[in-house]
């Protein structure tokens, strides 16, 4: 008797927002590398909100300044749909973050890729 084959578990998916291409693509790279699936990059909010009419992120990587303005009106849509947060940014109030967003992540740029996987929730085996 043959066993049926287990399915694998879904990757789970990142919405990654990042307005400067080389930051974008090197990020797009190391969240793949770790086993995550890529929602853009996006490099404004309205690009991004639009995407998520397809499929919402388990996870969602923001650059806090992106090309229509801050990222915070999106963010917040986001945290009320349950959207794990992580912004980077090489102008992160750390304060004000953790202030509006107490269960949010923060990277500075440039991103370390040891501090972007301890701060990202491990893939399903």
């Known amino acids: ?3 049926a084959p ?3 578990a879904p990757n789970r998916t990142v919405l990654l927002c990042e ?3 080389i930051v974008a693509m090197d990020l797009q790279f190391m969240l793949e590398d770790l086993g995550y699936d890529v929602i853009g990059p996006f490099a404004d909010m309205k690009s991004a909100k639009a995407a998520l009419n397809d499929t919402m ?3 969602a990587v923001l650059d806090v ?3 229509d303005g801050h990222v915070f009106p999106l963010a917040d ?3 009320d749909k349950g959207v794990r947060l992580i912004f980077h940014s090489g102008h992160v109030d750390g304060p004000e973050i953790n202030r509006r967003y107490p269960d949010a992540e923060t990277c500075m740029k440039p991103i370390d890729p040891a501090r972007l996987k301890t701060v990202l929730p491990a893939t399903p085996a």
């Open 1 to 3: 008797m043959s066993r």
């Open 6 to 8: 287990e399915a694998k």
């Open 19 to 21: 307005d400067e291409a």
């Open 57 to 59: 992120p388990d996870i």
């Open 65 to 67: 300044n992106l090309r």
């Open 77 to 79: 849509m986001l945290m």
